[in-house]
């Protein structure tokens, strides 16, 4: 302490300075394992269900192995190339979740002060894997003429069955699944149903 006041500088000013100096090294150490849990923790309300926050973060298995120990701050375009390679290929949807949620992660990062810069390599990555049309090609199936569709309702209407009677009202209206699943009772309370604009 005599010496830094010797030296004309003040002790506390200085001790302040080491401990910031250690906050920045120890936030350089977070590692992707505690930038996913960092994440899930700060966007837990926003999930649809307890279920998708459950799917979102053991999707990140695939990459902890390679990933998961390492500082965020080190993550590098050919290290998480060689991390989702792997899944890319086998289960091609997969690996472009897996990817989209990897840069969410990392921007999280970034903002939180554990990783120094931008993600350089975002928009490199959608150019290292094969397309997932390439590797996946859809298959369309085949429709049902519209013939036959007053017999198939009618064999729908002989199940008993919630799932029997959310298949007959997408039948009925043409609508997606998705608005169907997330559609309220009021909703279908009068003869004319209306979905929310928000839907």
């Not at 490199?124 to 569709?149: G, T, W």
Request: proline content about 5%; charged content about 30%.
């Amino acid at each position: 302490m005599r010496r830094l006041i010797q030296d004309g500088l003040d002790p506390l000013t200085v001790k302040r300075g080491r401990a910031a100096e250690r906050k920045v090294a120890e936030r350089s150490l977070k590692t992707l394992a505690h930038a996913v849990d960092d994440y899930l923790i700060a966007h837990r309300d926003g999930w649809r269900s307890r279920k998708h926050a459950l799917n979102w973060k053991n999707s990140f298995r695939h990459v902890m192995p390679v990933l998961g120990d390492l500082p965020v701050q080190s993550l590098t375009a050919p290290l998480i190339v060689q991390a989702l390679t792997p899944v890319w290929k086998a289960h091609p949807e997969t690996g472009r979740r897996l990817r989209g949620r990897l840069e969410r992660v990392i921007d999280q990062a970034t903002a939180n002060g554990w990783r120094i810069g931008e993600n350089r390599w975002r928009g490199l990555l959608e150019f290292s894997f094969d397309k997932r049309q390439k590797l996946m090609p859809v298959k369309h199936m085949s429709a049902l003429s519209y013939a036959q569709v007053a017999h198939f309702v009618a064999k729908v209407r002989l199940v008993d069955s919630v799932e029997a009677r959310t298949l007959e009202l997408m039948i009925l209206t043409a609508t997606r699944t998705s608005e169907v699943i997330r559609s309220q009772g009021e909703e279908f309370r009068t003869r004319c149903c209306s979905m929310p604009p928000a839907r």
